[in-house]
C-alpha cells in the first residue's frame, strides 16, 4: 500500500494539473492590435445601419444564378482544397489530444526454439504509458490544434463566401458583355446603314468620295468594336464555366438583361464587423492558436513525468528461466528533465512568441482591410448611383442629337462627318451605362461580402 501512496498522489496532481491560461479577449486584441483606429459610432457613408442581412443572393431574383452558384461551390477545385484542409485540421486536434490519454502497446514473440532472433525468448506483454500533463503541456498544444481547426473551418466558410460573390460578379460581368456587344452591333447596324446612304448619294450627285470613306472608316470601327466584345463576351462565360467546374466552352447563356438592383442594404454597426467577417474572426483564432502555442513552448523547458504499467508473460526453450510468477504484473513512473539543450528550448519560446506578434499584426491587416471595403463599397455605391441618373440623361440626349444630325444629313445642310461624330458619342454614353448599371450589382456584392453577410438564408 505504501509503494501505491506516490503513484496515487501523482495521479491526483494529473488530474488537478494548472489550469491553462485563456488568450486575450477579443477588446484586448483591438487595442494591441490597433491602437490608432478610433471606431465610429456608424460607418461614414452609411444611410441606414439596420441590422445585417444573410441570404442575399436571393435578392437579385435570379433562378440561373442560384443554380450556379451551388454547381460552383460542390464543384469548384479551389474550395475542395479549402474543405480538404479542414479535414488535415481536425486530424492535427485528435493527434494533439491523443497524449492525454494512456498509450497502451502490446508486443509479443515466438518463432521456435531460436525465437527468431536467436534470443530463445518467447513471450508477450502488454505495456501502458500515460504522461502527467502537470505544467498543460499537452493540453496547450491541443487547444492550439483546435485553434487551428477553427481558423481554417473559418477561412474555408469566407472562401465559399468569396466563391459565391466571384460567381455573382462573374454573372453580372458576363451580361455587361453580351449587352456590350448588342450595343456595338446595334451601332455596327446603323452604321452599315448610313455607308449605303453615302453611295446613295454619291449616285445622285448630291454627295461625294469623302462620306463614303468615312461611313466606311466608321462602319470599321464598330465592326472591330464587335468583334473585341464578343471575344470578352466569350471570355467571361469561360471564366464562369470555370468557377463552376466546367469545361470552358463558352456555351453557357446569360440573361438579355441585367438584374434589378435590391433595395438598401442595413449594415450594422463598425463595431459588430470583427464579430461577424469569417475572415477577421479566423485571424483571431490563429492568435489564439499561436498564444497556446507560447505556452506549450514553456511547458516544455520543465520535467515530464509518466506513470507506466506493464504485464508481461516470457519463456524459453533455450535455456532455463529463473523462478518467478508468470505473468509479471508491474506498476511505476518515471521523470524526464531537460538540464543542457543549449539553448534549445528557450529558442522555441521565442519563436513562438515571434509568431504571436505575427498573428497579432495580421489580425490588425484584416481588421484594417474589412472596414476599408465596407467604406470603398458604400462610397462607391452612392457615387454610381449618381453617374447612373446623369448617364441615362446623356444616353437621351445623344440619341436626340444623332436623330437630328441624320435628319440634317438626309436633307442636305449637314455633312457625316457629324452624323459619324455623333454615332460614337451615342456609342460611348451607352457603354458607360451599361458599365455602370453593371458596376452597381458588382459593388452590392461586394457590400454583402465586406459585411460578413452570408449568401445562405442562415447565418453560418
Not at 254 to 272: D, F, N, R, T
Not at 387 to 407: C, F, Q, Y
Request: net charge neutral.
Amino acid at each position: 500500500m505504501r509503494a501505491r501512496r506516490p503513484l496515487l498522489a501523482l495521479v491526483g496532481l494529473a488530474l488537478a494539473g494548472c489550469a491553462l491560461k485563456d488568450p486575450p479577449p477579443r477588446e484586448e486584441l483591438v487595442l494591441q492590435a490597433l491602437p490608432n483606429l478610433k471606431l465610429p459610432e456608424k460607418y461614414v457613408e452609411a444611410r441606414d445601419a439596420g441590422t445585417v442581412q444573410h441570404g442575399w443572393l436571393a435578392a437579385f431574383n435570379d433562378a440561373q444564378l442560384d443554380a450556379l452558384v451551388r454547381e460552383a461551390l460542390a464543384n469548384n477545385p479551389d474550395l475542395q482544397v479549402a474543405a480538404s484542409r479542414v479535414e488535415q485540421a481536425a486530424g492535427f486536434v485528435k493527434v494533439a489530444g491523443a497524449t492525454l490519454y494512456p498509450q497502451v502497446n502490446a508486443l509479443a514473440r515466438g518463432g521456435g526454439a531460436l525465437s527468431g532472433d536467436s534470443s530463445g525468448l518467447e513471450g508477450a506483454g502488454i505495456f501502458a504509458n500515460w504522461e502527467l500533463d502537470l505544467w498543460g503541456r499537452v493540453r496547450a498544444g491541443r487547444a492550439s490544434a483546435r485553434g487551428q481547426y477553427d481558423s481554417t473551418s473559418l477561412d474555408a466558410e469566407y472562401a465559399r463566401q468569396s466563391l459565391a460573390a466571384l460567381v455573382a460578379k462573374s454573372w453580372f460581368l458576363a451580361t455587361e458583355a453580351r449587352l456590350q456587344k448588342a450595343n456595338a452591333e446595334e451601332m455596327a447596324a446603323a452604321s452599315e446603314r448610313q455607308l449605303g446612304l453615302a453611295n446613295d448619294r454619291l449616285r445622285v450627285g448630291r454627295g461625294d468620295q469623302y462620306d463614303v470613306a468615312l461611313a466606311r472608316a466608321n462602319l470599321a470601327t464598330f465592326r472591330d468594336s464587335v468583334q473585341s466584345l464578343d471575344l470578352a463576351y466569350r471570355q467571361s462565360l469561360r471564366a464562369l464555366e470555370a468557377l463552376a467546374g466546367r469545361y470552358p466552352a463558352a456555351a453557357l447563356s446569360v440573361p438579355a438583361q441585367l438584374a434589378v438592383l435590391p433595395g438598401p442594404v442595413p449594415v450594422g454597426m463598425p463595431s459588430e464587423l470583427l464579430e461577424r467577417r469569417p475572415d477577421v474572426i479566423a485571424a483571431e483564432r490563429r492568435i489564439a492558436n499561436a498564444f497556446y502555442r507560447v505556452e506549450e513552448a514553456k511547458a516544455a523547458r520543465l520535467p515530464r513525468i509518466s506513470l507506466t504499467a506493464a504485464v508481461t508473460s516470457i519463456s524459453s526453450e533455450l535455456f532455463v528461466l529463473k523462478d518467478r510468477d508468470n505473468p509479471v504484473w508491474s506498476v511505476g513512473a518515471s521523470i524526464t528533465a531537460p538540464l543542457f539543450l543549449g539553448g534549445q528550448l528557450q529558442a522555441q519560446v521565442e519563436i513562438r512568441t515571434a509568431e504571436q506578434k505575427q498573428a497579432l499584426a495580421e489580425y490588425a491587416r484584416v481588421g484594417s482591410r474589412a472596414f476599408g471595403e465596407v467604406e470603398n463599397a458604400l462610397s462607391s455605391a452612392f457615387t454610381l448611383d449618381a453617374r447612373e441618373a446623369i448617364l441615362r440623361e446623356s444616353v437621351v440626349d445623344n440619341g436626340r442629337a444623332l436623330e437630328l444630325a441624320n435628319v440634317r444629313f438626309r436633307v442636305g445642310s449637314g455633312d457625316l462627318r457629324a452624323v459619324a461624330q455623333q454615332s460614337l458619342a451615342l456609342h460611348a454614353a451607352r457603354t458607360a451605362l451599361l458599365r455602370v448599371q453593371a458596376e452597381r450589382l458588382v459593388q452590392r456584392v461586394n457590400l454583402h461580402l465586406a459585411l460578413g453577410g452570408s449568401f445562405t438564408a442562415a447565418a453560418p
